[in-house]
């Protein structure tokens, strides 16, 4: 990574922008907050006055793009997954702003009132029928009373209430007191949904007591312009809505033909207008003197050639630059995370922890091949493991093709698929004991049986588990001593010598000579004298480094470290889980099969998709959190600290348009 400083003439600055967003090599930072100093004896350059005319232009056709889109039908679920919507690619001019102005205005004035007059009708609409819809809703309560609608409310004589009410004791104790009511009710739903439906008739001069019993116990209904019987005001309200949503419809065909004929041509050239605003737009980072524009930035090393030649071009020399070796401290140059294609999917993993710091050891693939290992060995079956590559290969060649992200993370779900096929075999394990219970007919058999360099294949985790944990404890010493060992090299990097010599360095010989004591003491490994007393003078060298870095609180550190190795042990359970399962599975499904009779097959059939499936998905799961787990605390714990930031050159983005330059 190289620090770039450009100089560029005031009458060149437009030609530098454009250049930069082209060639997207250089990552603009705003020199206000960056490097604020700058600005004591310089001034904050202004944003472009042409880039509140972008915004208003994008504002509008934002407009009328989420007007039509929200009226065009779309594939749902599985569909769309399987077959996205794919964007229509424009080929555009390179043209001035002012062309560009003059074209979308030109564009808007044409279709920008049609649409907003649409679509406001059909707001209008919408309103009026859901007014409409209230008020069916209420008169379905009143079809059994037979009154006109229009008698609610107050006469000369006469005062009419009608609403819903869940106290209906109390309304009628209340009318009984007034000799002139009449009362009619009717009730919907029971038990505690129980609600009425009343009309309350009553002389004027009893309106203050028809009021009080309103307020306090009824929801009253009004009606605006609704007149008639209930069962016909319904038939109308019905007629009435069935006539606006045919309007509607008309109304939103209109407008999916403007979707059909001009959406993309609105994308695009909303598009073309974001990449404008956000060239007029960054001028804000710069800082200014009368004559030339000063931008601070970062380009990769490796670009710095083709860098100075585009920007030399572009301005005619009217540019002065300089590059600079960046220091972590204070410049804090963001992160390029360079990885081969293959372990792309892998830069997710790494980002959910934490981007590693400017010339941090980049752990990306040395994770990824553990991660994938972990996985493999803790979800140990190797029916999951051809579902899980069947599935990745056919996101990988289906959908991978509309979507990178679709690509890379099925390119490493195969990786984890084909691991965990690997490991089920040689672990017996194939949907739990699926071939030889039912094609055997005897579970204890091997799915098949081989001699391989004297080693007895396959192994059974059910049945051999120390075998296992044995397997997991020694993948968990390479993990932990591959962290050391990066541990050491990114403190040498980074000059920190005594960390190296005591911190860092001091698990090689202790690990080595604990070996060897323990082994001899514990395991009765029959270590010759002059053995033993390596084995000593190693231990003893670490437990010095070990004080020297950290005093006797120090000593702690190898409880935590033993209790790092021991976390591996997660390998066997979570491998052991897996079998488990499907094996309980597949007795389950079998004893129902067999005890249900002329249907029992097709039950156990039912039975065996069903478990797997959830087994499958609950274990992945598990699995892909623990492997996790195990890189992000014990594995990064030995060397890794994160907290970078990424590169993010000042680069256009197509998605709607390409030149014509462009394949």
């Known amino acids: 990574m190289k620090k770039v400083t450009l100089v560029v003439h005031r009458n060149y600055v437009e030609d530098a922008i454009k250049t930069l967003h082209e060639n997207g090599l250089m990552q603009i930072i705003d020199i206000s907050r960056q490097e604020p100093q700058v600005l004591e004896e310089l001034e904050k350059a202004e944003m472009h006055p042409e880039a509140e005319t972008c915004a208003i232009y994008e504002l509008r056709l934002t407009r009328l793009i989420d007007i039509l889109k929200r009226i065009t039908p779309h594939k749902k679920g599985i569909k769309a997954m399987l077959n996205p919507e794919l964007p229509d690619v424009k080929t555009v001019e390179e043209d001035s702003i002012e062309e560009l102005f003059s074209y979308a205005e030109g564009y ?31 008169i379905n309560y009143l079809l059994s009373f037979d009154f006109d609608l229009s008698d609610i409310g107050e006469s000369e004589y006469l005062i009419v209430k009608v609403g819903i009410t869940k106290d209906l004791d109390f309304i009628k104790e209340k009318i009984k007191e007034i000799e002139t009511a009449t009362f009619y009710s009717k009730q919907f739903g029971t038990k505690k949904k129980a609600e009425w439906a009343v009309l309350i008739a009553a002389h004027k001069n009893y309106q203050e007591e028809i009021e009080k019993i309103s307020k306090a116990a009824l929801s009253e209904f009004s009606f605006d312009n609704t007149v008639g019987k209930p069962k016909d005001a319904s038939k109308n309200l019905k007629q009435e809505i069935q006539k606006i949503e045919t309007e509607q419809k008309k109304i939103i065909a209109e407008l999916q033909v403007y979707s059909k004929n001009q959406l993309s041509d609105l994308l695009s050239l909303r598009e073309q207008i974001q990449l404008e605003k956000i060239r007029k737009e960054i001028s804000h980072n710069f800082a200014k003197t009368d004559s030339s524009y000063i931008i601070k930035g970062w380009i990769l090393e490796e670009n710095e050639a083709a860098f100075e030649k585009a920007i030399t071009n572009a301005t005619n020399e009217y540019i002065t630059y300089k590059f600079e070796k960046p220091s972590p401290n204070p410049d804090n140059p963001p992160t390029y995370i360079k990885t081969p294609r293959w372990a792309e999917g892998f830069k997710g ?12 050891i980049n752990p990306t693939i040395i994770m990824g091949i553990f991660f994938v290992l972990f996985f493999g060995v803790m979800l140990g079956d190797a029916g999951y493991g051809l579902v899980i590559l069947i599935l990745s290969l056919f996101g990988y060649f289906k959908l991978g093709k509309h979507s990178d992200m679709f690509r890379n993370w099925s390119f490493m779900g195969f990786w984890m698929g084909l691991v965990t096929t690997i490991v089920g075999f040689l672990t017996n394990s194939f949907f739990g004991d699926f071939i030889p219970r039912f094609f055997y007919g005897n579970p204890d058999l091997p799915i098949y049986s081989i001699n391989l360099f004297g080693i007895q294949l396959p192994a059974n985790s059910i049945k051999d588990p120390i075998t296992i944990l044995v397997i997991a404890l020694i993948f968990g010493l390479l993990h932990l001593n591959v962290g050391v060992i990066l541990g050491i090299i990114q403190a040498f990097k980074e000059k920190k010598y005594k960390e190296l010599l005591t911190t ?54 190898i409880t935590g470290y033993v209790g790092d190795w021991l976390s591996y042990a997660r390998l066997l359970a979570l491998g052991l889980a897996t079998a488990g399962m499907a094996l309980a599975f597949n ?26 499936i959830v087994n499958l998905g609950l274990q992945a799961l598990g699995a892909g959190i623990h492997s996790l787990r195990l890189q992000y605390v014990e594995f990064f714990n030995r060397f890794y600290e994160g907290g970078g930031h990424e590169f993010s050159p000042f680069k256009i983005k197509r998605k709607y348009t390409k030149t014509k330059d462009e394949k």
């Open 108 to 138: 808007l004035d044409k279709t920008e009132k049609k649409i907003l007059e649409k679509e406001e009708k059909l707001q209008t609409l919408n309103e009026q029928k859901e007014k409409l819809k209230q008020d069916l809703e209420k």
């Open 349 to 360: 993993l790494v980002s959910m922890f934490s981007l590693p710091r400017y010339n941090e």
């Open 504 to 557: 860092k360095l001091c698990w090689i010989p202790l690990q080595i000579g604990g070996g060897i004591l323990i082994g001899s003491s514990i395991l009765g490994i029959p270590f010759t004298g002059t053995m033993m007393m390596v084995g000593a003078i190693l231990a003893i060298i670490g437990l010095v480094q070990l004080f020297i870095s950290a005093g006797p609180i120090g000593f702690f550190g």
């Open 587 to 612: 007795v389950v499904a079998q004893l129902l099969g067999n005890m249900i009779p002329y249907i029992g097959f097709i039950i156990m059939i039912i039975l065996l998709i069903f478990a797997h």
